[in-house]
């Protein structure tokens, strides 16, 4: 299938990725969380609001957001401060935080979805039985980052999963405690996550006095 590199067709052919922009998706800013939630709430999209708050607290990849079970996140009747995921890429366990902003909107969706503990929490709209798709999450993120004003380009679902880990570097530099609430293996992986630079180092360092 396709040319072999001695066709002469295969000079000609033009690369996939000509005239798009590749590589990390930025973070949003504290400011742009803000404004979806907003233009979200003024929807009223419930299960929107739900799905946002729960990818920025989780920091989760959009493959592990979209299979996460009610009984996941929730013990009893309340929605829990932390939980544990297995994630599929690397099938190491992370636990991440809920604040009271996402345990009210994700209690909020939940109690208008029903269902129980094995059930999704974001079922897929074709079948109420599975879970949303990775490429529905991907076209809603789209749709929310355009809504506030944002190139689509420069923003997907890793732009989730990096907002407050992003926020949490900037606030403290600690690349280590940010390595394990990503569940990255090594601080490497963190590091260029991040995108961390000379300017970084030097920002962190004229910021402590000895």
Avoid at 55 to 64: E, Y
Avoid at 122 to 146: C, G, I, K
Avoid at 149 to 161: A, E, I, K, V
Wanted: aromatic share 8%.
């Amino acid at each position: 299938m396709g040319h072999s590199p001695l066709d002469p067709g295969f000079a000609e052919r033009r690369p996939w990725n000509e005239g798009h922009l590749i590589g990390a998706k930025r973070a949003l800013k504290q400011q742009q969380v803000w404004a979806t939630r907003f233009w979200l709430d003024q929807h009223r999209r419930l299960r929107d609001r739900a799905l946002f708050d729960f990818a920025i607290d989780s920091k989760l990849r959009g493959c592990d957001i979209v299979k996460v079970r009610i009984g996941d996140v929730v013990s009893g009747a309340r929605v829990r401060d932390r939980a544990i995921i297995v994630q599929q890429k690397t099938n190491r366990p992370v636990q991440f935080e809920l604040m009271d902003t996402a345990r009210k909107s994700i209690r909020a969706w939940l109690e208008r979805r029903g269902g129980t503990l094995r059930d999704y929490i974001f079922p897929s709209r074709n079948d109420y039985m599975s879970h949303l798709s990775t490429r529905q999450y991907a076209r809603l993120v789209r749709e929310w980052v355009v809504a506030i004003g944002l190139q689509p380009q420069d923003y997907g679902t890793h732009s989730l999963r990096r907002t407050k880990a992003s926020i949490i570097y900037k606030a403290t530099g600690n690349l280590r405690a940010v390595q394990i609430l990503l569940g990255h293996a090594k601080i490497d992986s963190t590091v260029r996550y991040l995108g961390v630079d000379v300017e970084d180092a030097l920002e962190l360092a004229e910021r402590t006095e000895v």
